[in-house]
T-cell receptor
Framework: GAVVSQHPSWVICKSGTSVKIECRSL??????MFWYRQFPKQSLMLMAT?????????EQGVEKDKFLINHASLTLSTLTVTSAHPEDSSFYIC????????????FGPGTRLTVT | AQSVTQLDSQVPVFEEAPVELRCNYS??????LFWYVQYPNQGLQLLLK??????LVKGINGFEAEFNKSQTSFHLRKPSVHISDTAEYFC??????FGAGTRLTVKP
């Protein structure tokens, strides 16, 4: 079946640095991908919709200059956390919808970001 | 706007007991509804989905859910749980919004 991968699975970085997280659809093309953030023991919060070849659509309250999203190809979307701070530490999950308009998604395994 | 509410944050049950995880939705239009399971430090896996048709939906791992339009509910059920069912369960609607999650803990 379809698989969505994320890289890295976990990353530790120092405050003030930037971190890039990759989300790939492995055996299908995804013109749209979604990025979520999940705090410990909480639900997923939709951050943005990544659109291939165009600008991402950010949810209200999400800083687009801090969370840069690039969807350069039909199989790759990247999320860059710029000038990371400890409060950016979280679990970041991406997903891609399957074709057919049913809104079902394939989720990546997630990336654990820790900012020290 | 569409939204979901999961009524129980934690549900502890004993192994082989039945379980129901509750989800209510709010929508002014037709909805698609989903249940996902998340194991620690992993992404989400689809358990089942309601798109249309039969209101009783069967999913993987022995789970099922019933779409009840009059009660705006989509509760998840399993007649006999296993230790391995211990996980976080999320109800979701078609606009990519998720409920707060229910932590199912199955005890021996």
């Amino acid at each position: 079946g379809a698989v969505v991968s994320q890289h890295p699975s976990w990353v530790i970085c120092k405050s003030g640095t930037s971190v890039k997280i990759e989300c790939r659809s492995l055996d299908f093309q995804a013109t749209t991908m979604f990025w979520y953030r999940q705090f410990p023991k909480q639900s997923l919060m939709l951050m943005a919709t990544s659109n291939e070849g165009s600008k991402a659509t950010y949810e209200q309250g999400v800083e687009k200059d801090k969370f840069l999203i690039n969807h350069a190809s039909l199989t790759l979307s990247t999320l860059t956390v710029t000038s990371a701070h400890p409060e950016d530490s979280s679990f970041y999950i991406c997903s891609a919808p399957i074709a057919g308009g049913s809104y079902e998604q394939y989720f990546g395994p997630g990336t654990r970001l820790t900012v020290t | 706007a569409q939204s979901v509410t999961q009524l129980d944050s934690q549900v502890p049950v004993f192994e082989e007991a039945p379980v129901e995880l509750r989800c209510n939705y709010s929508s002014s239009v037709s909805v698609y509804l989903f249940w996902y399971v998340q194991y620690p430090n992993q992404g989400l896996q689809l358990l089942l989905k309601y798109l249309s048709g039969s209101t009783l939906v069967k999913g993987i791992n022995g789970f099922e859910a019933e779409f009840n339009k009059s009660q705006t509910s989509f509760h998840l059920r399993k007649p006999s749980v296993h230790i391995s069912d211990t996980a976080e369960y999320f109800c979701a609607v078609s606009n990519m919004r998720f409920g707060a999650g229910t932590r199912l803990t199955v005890k021996p």
